[in-house]
């Protein structure tokens, strides 16, 4: 049964400083890894979706890498700012049919 | 596109009372939609896999008697909970995929209904 991990659980860093956020998965057969941001008691915002033959995604300030072999996922976020504050869900099918598994995110606040 | 949507968005009732949480995807068809559920400060877990046309299959340790899903076209799941108790009170999300996309595996959420039961 895939499990997935994040680390660490919560986070507060000063605005402007780069950050990484951890992602770990048991089960190295996945079809992609997802991030996804929440807002508190908000639904889910998808970031970045990397597919397995990928080894990174980036989207403006976010750089996402995956490591198949080793089960191992950062996001990277770049000059942090206030409203990147939010809750980090990383995610992944075991394969294109399954639903995803998620990690219990990280909770990230940047301080202005 | 690729746009699911949820309503209602926020519902509170009383306690033994069943609701209805109606999933729609908006601009493509899904036959396949998930439906999770979030405790506070908890990740989402699944609850059960909707399958149009067919039975939903669900989780471990969810109660598909409790838990009604019907999933009668290509684009609107309902997930209803019956006799509804306080414990039952969470943050509902559902998901569908887009089975013609590209990345047809992607799966888009919807914005969540949270359930409050007194």
């Known amino acids: 049964k895939q499990e997935v991990t994040q680390i660490p659980a919560a986070l507060s860093v000063p605005e402007g400083e780069n950050l990484v956020l951890n992602c770990s998965f048991t089960?190295?057969?996945?079809?992609?890894l997802q991030w996804f941001r929440q807002d508190p008691g908000k639904g889910l915002t998808s970031l970045l979706l990397?597919?397995?033959?990928?080894r990174e995604q980036t989207s403006g300030r976010l750089n996402a890498s995956l490591d198949k072999s080793s089960g191992r996922s950062t996001l990277y976020i770049a000059a942090s700012q206030p409203g990147d504050s939010a809750t980090y869900l990383c995610?992944?099918?075991?394969?294109?049919?399954?639903?995803?598994?998620f990690g219990k995110g990280t909770r990230l606040s940047v301080i202005a | 596109g690729a746009v699911v949507s949820q309503h209602p968005s926020w519902v509170i009732c009383k306690s033994g009372t069943s609701v209805k949480i109606e999933c729609r995807s908006l601009?493509?068809?899904?036959?396949?939609m998930f439906w999770y559920r979030q405790f506070p400060k908890q990740s989402l877990m699944l609850m059960a896999t909707?399958?149009?046309?067919?039975?939903?299959?669900?989780e471990q340790g969810v109660e598909k008697d409790k838990f009604l899903i019907n999933h009668a076209s290509l684009t609107l799941s309902t997930l209803t909970v019956t006799s509804a108790h306080p414990e039952d009170s969470s943050f509902y999300i559902c998901?569908?995929?887009?089975?013609?996309?590209?990345?047809?595996?992607?799966?888009?959420f919807g914005p969540g209904t949270r359930l409050t039961v007194l």
């Open positions: 995610a992944v099918p075991n394969s294109g049919n399954t639903p995803l598994v």
């Open positions: 089960d190295s057969a996945i079809y992609n």
């Open positions: 990397i597919q397995s033959s990928q």
């Open positions: 601009d493509f068809q899904a036959t396949t």
């Open positions: 998901s569908a995929r887009d089975q013609y996309s590209p990345n047809r595996n992607t799966q888009y």
């Open positions: 909707s399958n149009e046309g067919s039975k939903a299959t669900y």
